[in-house]
Nanobody, 118 residues
Framework: QVQLVESGGGLVRAGGSLRLSCAAS????????IGWYRQAPGKEREFVGS????????YYADSVKGRFTISKDYLKDTVFLQMNSLKPEDTAVYYC???????????WGQGTQVTVSS
C-alpha cells in the first residue's frame, strides 16, 4: 500500500524559504507522478507542481514558477518542494499525491501546514 508522509511545514516570514519533504513507500514509483497540491482556508485544493519519477521532468503552476523547485532523492524515495520568496498567499496546507498519469492523485499524504506572515 502506498504511503506518503509530508514534513517540513511551519511558520515563516514573507520572503523566506521552506523545504517540504514527501517520503513515499509501499511500491516502486517508476511511471508515477509525485505532485504537490495546496489548500488555503475557504479555497479549493490547487495544483502546485509535480515530478515524473522516472524521467525527473517537472511541472509547475504559474503562481509558483521561478520560486518553487521540485526535486527527488531516488535512494530515499523522497520528493522535495523547495519554496523560496514565500508570500502570504502561499499560506495553505500542502499535500503530496502520487499516481500514474491517468490518475495522478490516486494516493494522498496527510498534509503539512505552511504559514507565511506578512
Amino acid at each position: 500500500q502506498v504511503q506518503l508522509v509530508e514534513s517540513g511545514g511551519g511558520l515563516v516570514r514573507a520572503g523566506g524559504s521552506l523545504r517540504l519533504s514527501c517520503a513515499a513507500s509501499g511500491r516502486t514509483f517508476s511511471g508515477y507522478y509525485i505532485g504537490w497540491y495546496r489548500q488555503a482556508p475557504g479555497k479549493e485544493r490547487e495544483f502546485v507542481g509535480s515530478i515524473k519519477w522516472s524521467a525527473g521532468s517537472t511541472y509547475y503552476a504559474d503562481s509558483v514558477k521561478g520560486r518553487f523547485t521540485i526535486s527527488k532523492d531516488y535512494l530515499k524515495d523522497t520528493v522535495f518542494l523547495q519554496m523560496n520568496s514565500l508570500k502570504p498567499e502561499d499560506t495553505a496546507v500542502y499535500y503530496c499525491a502520487a499516481g500514474r498519469i491517468s490518475r495522478p492523485t490516486a494516493f494522498w499524504g496527510q498534509g503539512t501546514q505552511v504559514t507565511v506572515s506578512s
